[in-house]
């Protein structure tokens, strides 16, 4: 089912259902830190690089209750991704296929959730009404969410949370703790535990390509605003920048829908001799963690592999335009973020459901240029 589809059902449907279930439901405050907590949901639904964002989130919830039964639910295209990390006892994926086999599996799912008798639902999705429902229906003894303003989610919690967008989005996933009593968490990101098998694929298609050491270069974004993608040729000049001053093979990376956009990027490339198209290549979400990992640095536009390769302590040069890497950017000091801050950017916001609307050309993103990224990965480079 296409992104805009589900955006345009979840307003136009969620927002007047979410309010009107409003009229039955009973304000409350409950103290969450006196009630005896064995169960728990959180869910965050949408956004691979959204949700190792919510890793400190994830990692401090388990430390405040470790003998409770954690629930993580999220789409089943987010697969894998802190599988094998101790901060969930079940992940539970939902499918995202055509509206109605979505509404029977939503039916499903509420019964189940039902059955488990929750104590605690943490919904960390900041505008989708479809969680909230969720919630609202689970029957759990307490819930907790973002409460927007002009987004009609938030009266469906028994604890409502401010959203306003300040700060950066991990600090504001954590302030949904708060309530829980837990305060000044480790904002650091979360590494993915990663098989030995799914290291020695990645490694062992390095060394089919004869590639040791190697930058990343994602030339891509998901399909929720592809106006966030930098220009393929100012990237192919990089890409030949790098591979020429410094030998350094360059391998980009990819999905397998990505594969074609990919090589058309590559193929603007000059000397393609040192430049490797892994669109596809890897397996799964936990191989493309290690392939990032193991790079000497990540080029890459707004999207989840900034966040994935800053979890795995890579240094991360990223394109911002439409969003801000004030609420969005690479955490920590060896990261640079290109961004010029234009008056109109960013215009993705909660408030127009994270829609680009842009009548200038997206000049945020043209008016980088090959020349002060080259500068950077020289200085970088050192």
Known sequence: MHINAIRFIDRKLGIPFCKLLQLFKWSSKPDVRKLDVQKILVIKMWGLGTITLCSPTFRALRKRYPHAKIYFLTMSNN???YEGNDFF???IYFPVNNLFQMAMDGLRLLRRLRSERLDLVIDLEIIARFTALLSYFSNAKTSIGFDPESQGRGGLFDIKVPYHEYGHITESFLEVLKP???VKPDLTLEKPYISNEDKKYVEDLLKRHKIKTYCAVNVNTSNLALERRWDAEKFAVVIDHIAQKYKLPVVMIG???EKDYTERCRR???????VYNFSGETKNVKQLCYLLGKARF???ND???VHMANAMNVPVLAFFGPETPKLYGPIG????VFYKNMPCSPCISIHNAKVVDCHIGVQCMKKIHSEEVVEQIDRMMG
Not at 268 to 274: A, D, G, Q, R
């Open 89 to 91: 006892d079940e992940i």
């Open 333 to 336: 000091p060896k990261n640079h």
């Open 79 to 81: 697969r894998g991704l």
């Open 298 to 300: 990540v080029l890459s």
């Open 180 to 182: 829980l009593g837990i």
């Open 303 to 305: 999207s989840g592999p």
């Open 268 to 274: 603007l490339v000059k000397n393609k001799s040192k």
């Open 255 to 257: 999905g397998p829908s």
